[in-house]
């Protein structure tokens, strides 16, 4: 694994923690990472097993116990405005609008206001919520503000983007639409993703590469390079070569008897 | 778009910002018909049949005289003018503090630690019992009026303010946190719009006990205002003078009490029901 210099290096990385009764729980141990530039990864685990501490430590949301994490060879010690994150839920504000949601970056984060409208303008465009800017989040659905959720993570052009898993709170088809359009966007865009997910199938679908987690201590077991050509279908779900890489994937959880 | 909006359990379609005109519907109808029937019991019922001397209870017809007169003759229009101005000089000025001070004891413990027994202890004391204090102190002038109101209406905002200054999601500020804000921002744009709700039913509570303050603390020394009014008129055993007077009372903490809503749910327009 060890490779020269790729965009996102994570080297030995360990987070522990200690709970309100003292004791101290590994949420992380030794994970090695090298994540090449422009790469869709997903980070798949039951959970406890630390996926989410690990995306949130590459955001720098979380100081690490130990080791190193750098994007394009700065070291992660604060959030940057090189990230984008997309949350589990949505995370609008419930008082500004569709399009000063989207463009918030440029009230907290200081980014270039000019930049952020016109590449809102574009996102919301891409996304289908055109004719939706001046709508308030409460009148929208939960796909619709999911799709808010990600527009905003792009708009400030970060270089990596960050996902918790954004669609877990979906209904089944509203996240099958989902996962296609983040495709076609992270085709247009080429964005380097992590991708957090416990849905086996999801990682397969969008990834190029898996990364399987188990918890108990938090570690990586798996590193999974899906080699499926892209624009994935849904139809391709069902082809054996899927197939595969979902038992391979799900072959994890059954030997450390994980799946309940 | 093919996403149908209405297929999303998040889709609770609310009106942007807008002022509902109350319509006269069946309901309505009905309170205005029970008032009427309750004052009509009043007048030729109850008054008549039990020959209560109108020094006790006077007639509703007496007390609409009296508004009348009050309103129109006599000095009731500069009383109720000079008690509207305590009572608004004195929320305004109890408010601004509570929401100013919430700022700090919002975002410190440390803060906290060091000024929320002084206020507690400030909002233990009896306002009545001080009142007088105020008087001596500040003079019979509306001065002593306003401190007592500001002193009054600033617990409920001050409460209010940083329980909603504090109330701000976890992931909310997650989010802020990705941006890198300044806390400046933080504040700006998160803790203070996420708190409007919170302050709106502080804003709230503290409209009704202003009139209260600014009557209570005329009763305890003042030549002017609708509690003086009321005083003066029980001396004179113008029993219908003071129910006058209560009638304007009721009818400014109303009001007062249904502006401030008002304008809480045209500001706080994200919010089904204010807090509070």
Redesign the interface.
């Known amino acids: 694994m060890e490779q020269e210099a790729s965009f996102i290096e994570i080297k030995k990385a360990s987070k522990k923690f200690v709970t309100r009764s003292g004791d101290q729980v590994v949420a992380l141990t030794d994970v090695n990472l090298s994540i090449d530039k422009g790469r869709f990864i997903t980070l798949v685990g039951p959970s406890g097993c630390g996926k989410s501490t690990l995306l949130r430590m590459v955001g720098g949301l979380i100081r690490r116990s130990s080791g190193s994490v750098s994007i394009g060879g700065k070291e992660i010690e604060a959030p940057t405005s090189g990230i984008g994150m997309v949350f589990q839920s949505p995370v609008l504000l419930p008082w500004r609008t569709v399009r000063q949601n989207v463009t918030v970056a440029a009230d907290i984060g200081g980014a270039d206001r000019r930049q952020v409208e016109d590449r809102a303008t574009k996102f919301l465009d891409m996304v289908g919520l055109n004719g939706f800017e001046d709508k308030y989040p409460s009148e929208l659905s939960g796909g619709m503000q999911q799709r808010v959720g990600i527009t905003r993570a792009l708009v400030h052009d970060p270089e990596v983007l960050l996902m918790d898993e954004p669609f877990a709170a979906l209904d089944a088809m509203t996240k099958d639409k989902l996962q296609v359009e983040l495709q076609t966007l992270w085709m247009a865009s080429r964005k380097t993703v992590i991708f957090v997910t416990h849905s086996i199938q999801e990682a397969v679908f969008l990834a190029d590469r898996v990364i399987v987690l188990a918890p108990r201590p938090g570690r990586v077991v798996d590193d999974i390079t899906i080699d499926l050509p892209r624009p994935r279908t849904l139809e391709m779900i069902n082809s054996k070569e899927f197939g595969d890489y979902a038992s391979a994937v799900r072959r994890h959880f059954e030997k450390e008897d994980l799946v309940q | 778009?093919s996403?149908?909006?209405s297929?999303?359990?998040?889709?609770?379609?609310?009106s942007?910002p807008r002022f509902r005109l109350p319509t006269p519907d069946a309901v309505t109808l009905a309170s205005v018909i029970v008032l009427v029937m309750f004052l009509s019991a009043w007048e030729w019922v109850l008054i008549p049949l039990l020959n209560i001397s109108p020094a006790l209870l006077p007639k509703p017809s007496a007390i609409a005289a009296a508004l009348w007169s009050g309103l129109f003759v006599g000095d009731l229009s500069t009383d109720i003018w000079i008690t509207l101005q305590e009572v608004i000089a004195g929320y305004v000025l109890g408010s601004a503090i509570g929401f100013v001070l919430a700022i700090p004891v919002a975002g410190s413990r440390t803060a906290e630690r060091i000024l929320y027994p002084y206020i507690v202890a400030l909002q233990a004391i009896p306002k009545v019992a001080i009142a007088p204090l105020f008087v001596v102190w500040f003079g019979f002038g509306m001065t002593s009026k306003v401190v007592i109101v500001a002193l009054i209406t600033f617990f409920p905002v001050f409460v209010n303010a940083v329980i909603g200054l504090r109330a701000t999601p976890a992931?909310?500020d997650?989010?802020?946190?990705?941006?890198?804000?300044s806390a400046w921002?933080?504040f700006r744009?998160?803790r203070l719009?996420n708190s409007?709700p919170y302050i709106f039913g502080g804003l709230n509570v503290g409209v009704t006990l202003s009139v209260i303050g600014a009557i209570v603390a005329e009763f305890v020394g003042a030549q002017e205002g609708i509690g003086s009014a009321i005083i003066r008129a029980g001396f004179a055993l113008d029993t219908a003078g003071v129910f006058a007077a209560i009638t304007v009372l009721t009818f400014i903490a109303a009001t007062a009490s249904a502006a401030i809503q008002a304008i809480g749910r045209k500001l706080v327009?994200?919010?089904e029901n204010p807090k509070g």
């Open positions: 778009m996403e149908i909006i297929t999303s359990v998040h889709s609770r379609v609310k942007p992931e909310h997650e989010l802020f946190d990705v941006y890198n804000a921002r933080r744009y998160l719009p409007a327009f994200w919010m």
